[in-house]
């Protein structure tokens, strides 16, 4: 059977960033709880002329620039902030891009798991014709209320996917565990511009799909946990993966490692937890983006893996989950240049936090007619909506 899987990857994130040691003390809290206890040092943020189609098209460029567009004839778009409830915003990605017209664009949303929803479709499309390749874009803003619990959590991040025949980077296994559960952990009602959210519900649904979506993997022919060598899991902040470690750690047996922290010692055989949180770590949630940037932190910051099979745990509220495994190809560390996405998180402009608020408190997903600013440097910009329509350009 031939293998199909991810080809190539990039990241794009928001032109500006916010310490959270500086959020911390804004608020008389000890920064230890954002930076250990959630396992966050700083989140994204975007500017006017930045949103979910910039960003993702931003992602994007790089990765079809790399790879040509011979054979794209599908375009999928996952994100739950998306800008518009009909069009989808991949469509105007496309066109950013320049992209042929003979490629059916389409917007997946179920919370942070719609990237695994596009790939899983993706995988099937390729298998149908393999000399056809997807693009999967995966972007979002994640937004909270000022001063609420989930506020140091937020962040920005878009991820490109290409997915095809033979890949360079990931072979995606058939054997998945899927588990789905109607429950109002965190949702984002059509009047809000930010996200509601019960966190500690949120924390449980994840834990308990993370168990049901193991057992269902296992029911269905997957591996032991002894046979995966790597394990990568939703990042809503750091710490959350390795609260999903233990609980993969106490439903298997398995001795595998729950550090998360440079320096923090290693109390078992070593999975990954703490390189694949690298970028999360300074991202914030990228919400679908996030699982895939994990995998791009440990893509580039592990130089071992040719050959190992990683197991992927996708988690979206509401809820929806999966556990999947791939297998690292051979000369995957060709594929990538690991210094690009330390550099575009290091070129981030910092904000005060009087500024970060005062953006949060912005405009922000109306359709009244505007212009932005321009300030993004990024290869496309959010142009401001004219007759209720979003406008975009290439920089
Ligand atoms: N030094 C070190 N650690 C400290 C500390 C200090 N000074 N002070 C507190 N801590 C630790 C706490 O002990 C706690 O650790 P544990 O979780 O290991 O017990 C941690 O810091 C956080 O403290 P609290 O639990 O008191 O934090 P909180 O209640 O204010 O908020 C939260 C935490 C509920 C996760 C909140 O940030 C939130 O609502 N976030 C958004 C929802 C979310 O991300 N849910 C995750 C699962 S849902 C999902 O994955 C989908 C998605 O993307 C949203």
Same mark, same amino acid.
């Given at each position: 059977?031939?293998?199909?899987?991810?080809?190539?990857?990039?990241?794009?994130?928001?032109?500006?960033?916010?310490?959270?040691?500086?959020?911390?003390?804004?608020?008389?809290?000890?920064?230890?709880?954002?930076?250990?206890?959630?396992?966050?040092?700083?989140?994204?943020?975007?500017?006017?002329?930045?949103?979910?189609?910039?960003?993702?098209?931003?992602?994007?460029?790089?990765?079809?620039?790399?790879?040509?567009?011979?054979?794209?004839? =599908?375009?999928?778009?996952? =994100?739950?902030?998306?800008?518009?409830?009909?069009?989808?915003?991949?469509?105007?990605?496309?066109?950013?891009?320049?992209?042929?017209?003979?490629?059916?664009?389409?917007?997946?949303?179920?919370?942070?798991?719609?990237?695994?929803?596009?790939?899983?479709?993706?995988?099937?499309?390729?298998?149908?014709?393999?000399?056809?390749?997807?693009?999967?874009?995966?972007?979002?803003?994640?937004?909270?209320?000022?001063?609420?619990?989930?506020?140091?959590?937020?962040?920005?991040?878009?991820?490109?996917?290409?997915?095809?025949?033979?890949?360079?980077?990931?072979?995606?296994?058939?054997?998945?565990?899927?588990?789905?559960?109607?429950?109002?952990?965190?949702?984002?009602?059509?009047?809000?511009?930010?996200?509601?959210?019960?966190?500690?519900?949120?924390?449980?649904?994840?834990?308990?799909?993370?168990?049901?979506?193991?057992?269902?993997?296992?029911?269905?022919?997957?591996?032991?946990?002894?046979?995966?060598?790597?394990?990568?899991?939703?990042?809503?902040?750091?710490?959350?993966?390795?609260?999903?470690?233990?609980?993969?750690?106490?439903?298997?047996?398995?001795?595998?490692?729950?550090?998360?922290?440079?320096?923090?010692?290693?109390?078992?055989?070593? =999975?990954?937890?703490?390189?694949?949180?690298?970028?999360?770590?300074?991202?914030?949630?990228?919400? =679908?983006?996030?699982?895939?940037?994990?995998?791009?932190?440990?893509?580039?910051?592990?130089?071992?893996?040719?050959?190992?099979?990683?197991?992927?745990?996708?988690?979206?509220?509401?809820?929806?989950?999966?556990?999947?495994?791939?297998?690292?190809?051979?000369?995957?560390?060709?594929?990538?240049?690991?210094?690009?996405?330390?550099?575009?998180?290091?070129?981030?402009?910092?904000?005060?936090?009087?500024?970060?608020?005062?953006?949060?408190?912005?405009?922000?997903?109306?359709?009244?007619?505007?212009?932005?600013?321009?300030?993004?440097?990024?290869?496309?910009?959010?142009?401001?909506?004219?007759?209720?329509?979003?406008?975009?350009?290439?920089?």
């Amino acid at each position: 059977m031939t293998a199909i899987g991810i080809h190539d990857l990039e990241l794009a994130t928001g032109h500006y960033v916010v310490s959270l040691t500086d959020l911390a003390e804004s608020k008389d809290i000890a920064p230890g709880k954002f930076v250990l206890g959630l396992g966050q040092s700083e989140m994204s943020v975007l500017a006017p002329d930045e949103d979910i189609v910039s960003m993702g098209a931003s992602a994007a460029k790089p990765l079809l620039e790399r790879n040509g567009t011979d054979g794209i004839r =599908t375009l999928l778009f996952a =994100t739950e902030s998306g800008v518009d409830q009909s069009k989808a915003a991949g469509v105007a990605a496309l066109e950013l891009l320049g992209l042929p017209h003979n490629v059916r664009v389409a917007e997946i949303k179920q919370a942070c798991y719609g990237g695994t929803a596009a790939l899983q479709a993706a995988l099937g499309i390729v298998s149908r014709n393999p000399t056809e390749r997807v693009l999967i874009i995966a972007a979002d803003n994640a937004r909270y209320q000022l001063d609420s619990p989930g506020e140091p959590t937020q962040g920005a991040g878009a991820v490109a996917m290409l997915i095809t025949a033979d890949p360079a980077l990931l072979a995606v296994e058939p054997a998945d565990g899927i588990s789905t559960t109607d429950v109002d952990d965190f949702w984002r009602p059509n009047d809000s511009t930010t996200a509601v959210v019960n966190g500690k519900l949120s924390i449980d649904a994840y834990l308990d799909a993370l168990t049901d979506a193991w057992g269902d993997l296992q029911d269905h022919g997957g591996p032991a946990i002894g046979d995966i060598d790597r394990i990568l899991y939703h990042q809503p902040y750091t710490k959350m993966a390795k609260k999903a470690q233990q609980r993969l750690r106490q439903v298997t047996g398995d001795d595998i490692s729950t550090a998360l922290n440079p320096g923090d010692e290693v109390d078992g055989r070593d =999975t990954g937890l703490e390189t694949s949180a690298r970028y999360n770590r300074r991202l914030g949630n990228s919400y =679908t983006a996030s699982v895939y940037s994990a995998l791009a932190s440990l893509l580039d910051h592990d130089d071992s893996l040719a050959g190992d099979r990683i197991g992927i745990f996708s988690y979206g509220s509401g809820c929806v989950s999966e556990f999947f495994t791939g297998i690292v190809q051979d000369g995957y560390r060709d594929v990538r240049d690991a210094g690009t996405i330390d550099a575009a998180l290091d070129r981030r402009v910092p904000l005060s936090i009087d500024e970060y608020r005062a953006l949060h408190q912005g405009p922000h997903g109306t359709s009244a007619d505007e212009v932005t600013p321009q300030v993004t440097d990024a290869p496309f910009r959010f142009a401001g909506v004219h007759e209720q329509a979003r406008q975009y350009e290439a920089r």
